[in-house]
């Protein structure tokens, strides 16, 4: 009898991996989470208040790979991904289920940085797009189910920490804080999120008087006003465009290191990469404002009305790269906008070019496709039934859906309700057709003088700067020198034969940050004429632009190398320290004989506290110095299982390359011999290779 029932729940587990409960309505879920910073661990109470719809024999909750569960009240069993309670659940009833559990998740909840370091201290954050809260908190993976949650949060004091809703109270016990937030509307479980750290908080109000609440790293305490430059702007513009108020109580945003991605919009709560906190200068090289805006825009579109599977994620993301790109055009004007539009038609009309196009409503469709091509979507459905029609069933869509799940045609319904124009060829055109309607685009485009000029420019790509000096000179002097500028930039370096400079000299005359950015980072062969021009851009308004004159002036000018790193010694750069990277690289080939401690410098930039992006462009400098010890490799191999997978994918590269090198191969061996090394059986398979 027992086996029979081991076998019985085996297959009811089975049925439930990807089934969907309409019988369950979860209500509430109330948790007292408890955070361990040194075991990188996490513990909790939770209460789950569900009502039954009509009768079943066992419902489930999603808890991914948790150590230990307990409860007293129903039977269970865990499977190690649902928890599935047995009990004769009637109709029409409401229910509670308090558990205790203890988890050490690997994925969706991460520790970054290094508990008591100084420079990079710990940070602990989650990141649960899609279906992954269930890794640190028992909840429900379907994005269909929206459900309130109040969460309670204790953690060692020194920590400040944010999360979903308002903050009803922080209380002080010994060491310990414990952050009590309260949620007043439902939500999708993946929107679930906290960030915890050495932060530093300033808040403003919206024009309608929502609190939002701006964090940065208190190593960052002077960089509020310009990586949050247009926070309050960008929110009241997006609550006026939209139509209806922000449906949250307020919003809060937090930087952190080694972030997955740009930015997560969880609900009232978003989490961004520290690549976007900048000084007035590296604001230049990195704007917040795209990201800020896309992820606010989610606040609507995703969070308050929810897709019901991947196949409508464009009303996601496609909504929230569009409202971004108006809350741009609000901030620096039309040209903006629409240059934002054609870039992004001539990549989407590359890839369909290339037979690579695909359907909005394929679920496996890229990151291009939602976001891009679903933004060019709402762009060609707003031509074609005006403004006001446009506008008005965005809001309505929205008010008639707020808080539910929600497919494609729920938004065409709301469209199709307010204009005659038939929707049937616009869904075909830009929902279910998988090349891009790149002729529609264009004539939409070319309603706009300022992209006929911009047409012209690229028209001319193909012929020699000789035969078209006067228009790239009308172009660099144009009022469109933000747009113009980088094109004949472009059109300029890759003309082989161009040896008066004349033209290069009236583009770095512009003063134009982009355009210079643009030349110095693709012209290889510094005319001596305009030496000490490009010398000036040493101390450029972009630490990018800096960097990259760095490298160029001392590849064409040898002979003033050792001046050029003495005047650029002490700049770091931007948060990622490129400036300073590359100059340890740099000094360490000038002068062999003094490049021990440079190299040394280097090496301690690969170690396990650093930001990715830092240990990244170590690696790289470390690889063109033909450089590795011991504790460069095991710091590499650390990480093969780095969370980011850009950055591990890497790693994995570098690895498969530098193996290559007999003797950096013996030194692998001897350490995993040793057990000193990371990631054994990864890198067995890398030795393989």
Not at 104 to 114: A, N
Not at 620 to 649: G, T
């Amino acid at each position: 009898m027992k086996a029979i029932l081991v076998l019985l729940s085996l297959f009811i587990t089975s049925i439930l991996t990807a089934q969907h409960q309409p019988n369950l309505d979860v209500e509430r879920i109330k948790a007292e989470v408890t955070i361990n910073d040194t075991l990188r661990s996490i513990s909790g109470e939770v209460s789950i208040y569900f009502h039954i719809k009509s009768a079943v024999d066992s419902v489930f909750f999603d808890a991914q790979n948790f150590k230990s569960i307990n409860l007293n009240q129903f039977k269970f069993n865990y499977n190690s991904e649902k928890i599935i309670f047995y009990h004769h659940f009637k109709p029409n009833k409401s229910y509670k289920i308090n558990l205790s559990y203890q988890a050490k998740p690997k994925q969706t909840l991460y520790f970054t940085g290094k508990l008591g370091d100084s420079e990079f201290p710990l940070q602990m954050w989650t990141q649960g797009q899609g279906k992954y809260t269930s890794h640190w908190l028992p909840s429900l993976d379907d994005m269909r189910d929206k459900i309130e949650f109040d969460l309670t949060y204790t953690l060692p004091s020194r920590y400040k920490l944010v999360s979903n809703g308002s903050l009803k109270r922080k209380t002080e016990h010994l060491n310990l804080s414990t952050w009590e937030f309260d949620m007043q509307q439902p939500m999708s479980s993946y929107l679930v999120a906290f960030a915890a750290g050495n932060y530093i908080e300033e808040t403003q109000n919206s024009k309608s008087g929502i609190p939002i609440h701006n964090y940065l790293p208190i190593q960052d305490s002077t960089k509020f006003k310009s990586t949050y430059t247009y926070t309050q702007e960008v929110f009241n513009f997006l609550e006026q465009k939209i139509g209806v108020s922000y449906p949250w109580q307020n919003y809060k945003q937090i930087g952190v290191r080694d972030f997955l991605y740009a930015g997560m919009e969880n609900t009232t709560c978003t989490i961004f990469s520290d690549e976007f906190i900048t000084d007035s200068i590296a604001k230049n090289d990195s704007d917040f404002v795209n990201v800020e805006a896309h992820e606010l825009a989610h606040q609507w579109f995703g969070n308050l009305v929810t897709e019901t599977s991947a196949k409508h994620h464009w009303l996601h993301e496609g909504f929230a790269t569009y409202f971004s790109y108006l809350a741009q055009e609000h901030l620096f004007g039309t040209e903006f906008f629409e240059h934002q539009l054609f870039t992004t038609a001539e990549s989407l009309k590359l890839r369909s070019d290339q037979g690579k196009g695909q359907r909005l409503l394929n679920p496996n469709a890229n990151s291009l496709t939602f976001y891009e091509k679903g933004a060019w979507a709402l762009h060609a459905l707003r031509n074609r039934v005006g403004d006001k029609v446009f506008f008005e069933a965005i809001s309505q869509y929205l008010v008639n859906n707020a808080y539910k799940p929600v497919e494609t045609d729920d938004f065409l319904a709301e469209v199709q309700s307010l204009t005659k124009v038939n929707l049937a060829q616009f869904k075909q055109d830009w929902l279910l057709q998988k090349s891009f309607p790149a002729k529609e685009a264009q004539l939409i485009l070319k309603e706009s003088p300022f992209i006929e000029q911009l047409f012209e420019l690229k028209a001319l790509r193909e012929r020699p700067v000789s035969e078209k000096e006067k228009q790239l000179k009308e172009a660099l002097l144009s009022k469109h020198i933000d747009f113009f500028g980088p094109e004949v930039a472009l059109q300029l370096i890759s003309d082989k034969n161009l040896i008066e400079p004349e033209l290069l000299q009236l583009a770095l005359q512009t003063n134009h940050l982009k355009t210079r950015q643009v030349l110095i980072k693709n012209l290889n062969k510094i005319p001596h004429q305009l030496q000490l021009s490009f010398e000036e851009l040493l101390s450029d308004e972009s630490y990018l632009t800096r960097e990259h004159a760095l490298l160029k002036l001392w590849l064409n000018f040898p002979k003033k190398r050792n001046i050029y790193l003495k005047q650029t010694k002490g700049q770091d750069g931007n948060i990622h320290l490129n400036i300073k990277l590359l100059h340890l690289m740099l000094s360490a080939l000038t002068n062999p004989d003094e490049a021990y401690q440079p190299v040394k410098d280097l090496v301690s930039f690969t170690g396990s506290k650093m930001p990715y992006q830092i240990k990244r462009q170590a690696f790289v400098y470390l690889f063109q110095l033909n450089y590795f010890d011991e504790e460069s490799l095991i710091n590499l191999s650390e990480d093969l299982s780095h969370p980011v997978w850009r950055y591990r994918s890497f790693v994995k590269q570098l690895f498969t390359e530098i193996l290559k090198d007999d003797a950096i191969n013996n030194i692998v061996i001897e350490l995993l011999n040793n057990d000193k090394i990371h990631n054994r059986s990864k890198l067995k398979d890398l030795l393989k290779k």
